[in-house]
């Protein structure tokens, strides 16, 4: 009998929505097979999604909801969007990628796994300060091997049962915001467009540490075409209070030994700036899976849901934001930061909001700014 985990409760709404593309799969699945040039695999994330016995498998359910809100509800666009997937997978060959090696002194230092959150969420880090973007992007098609690969080492760690999305830390430590160039700029939309396609409502955090004076300001600007639900999941800090942020969110001894040696020696009384997350208003956790803490130990502030981790109106982001102050108001004063889709570009050098992409234009933010 499957076990009902943390993340599995839904609402009858969304069982009904859930039951609904589950007697699509057979029909995706086959889809995704006639369109591939490679064997499909009808299992995603080491999922199987199609039961070999008569019990149902809640996992599914809870994979086949992040595809649901990542479509809005839309059954027949979440099967068109999970026929696709299965198709990019195994014509991107996923099933033998996490036994791929890439070459440690260049991708070391970009990102890796580390341990996990104090709800069990595993925890990934990408680092962008001082890269030799020709050495590390250059070759696009390793670079997008290699990012797949490390998400996907980080999806290993969902059980789908009490943890079905992760954490992601961007650090900005040493990030200038004239280092973003044509090549870091064609690595990232690539990547962008693979994460937003392909992982949907896998993250439930993503904390920009370590952001210059220069990075919040842009983060005010571009948060204008962000949905509140995606705002909610960011939470942007200074380098002054990375450090305590970072041990509360996460757990200073689930830390990396770069944080957990800074958190170490930061004084806790230290007067920094509180995070601020991105939203106008807090809502309220109106997600299925809001009870899915209750009773645990919780961090001062999280910005986290446990069953998905993107925008959309299925449910909304189980966010705890008691401990945080009013986020400030939005920065206009400089006129060269207005709006402008076309001016996002320049100003979003070096910011990757979106699994290390930075976001250039309205249009892209429209489309794929809630996936993450």
Known sequence: MSMLGKVQNFTEAETDLISQLRELLPQAIEDAGKLSSEPVDPAIWGVPLLSVDKERDLRVDVILHK???????????????????LKWRAEFKISGILDEEFPEDVFGKVGYVHGTDGEGRPVTYNFY??????????????FLRWRV???????????FVDVADMIQV??????????????????????VQVMSDNYPETLATKIFANVPGWGETVFNVICR???EDTKRKFVVVSKASAPRVLAERIGETNLPEKFRSAAAEQPRDAAATEPQPLAAEPAPPTTAHADHNEGAPRPTSRGSQQSGSGASDIDSQDVDEASL?????????APKLEPQPE???????GLRLDDGATVDTQEHVDKHGSQI
Do not use: C
């Not at 102050?325 to 004063?333: C, Q």
């Not at 001016?343 to 050098?349: F, G, I, N, Q």
């Open 343 to 349: 001016a996002l570009v320049s100003e979003t050098a």
């Open 225 to 227: 075409w962000l949905s």
């Open 129 to 142: 300060g001082s890269l030799d973007n020709k050495q590390v992007f250059g070759d696009l098609e390793r």
């Open 149 to 159: 690969q490390l998400h996907e080492r980080g999806m290993r760690g969902l059980d």
């Open 67 to 85: 595809f649901l809100k990542a479509r809005n509800g839309d059954i027949a666009q979440a099967q068109q969007m999970l026929t696709n997937t």
């Open 325 to 333: 102050p009013p986020p400030p108001p939005v920065a206009t004063a």
């Open 170 to 191: 961007h650090d900005y430590d040493g990030v200038s915001v004239f280092g973003y160039d044509k090549v870091a700029r064609a690595a990232s939309k690539a990547t």
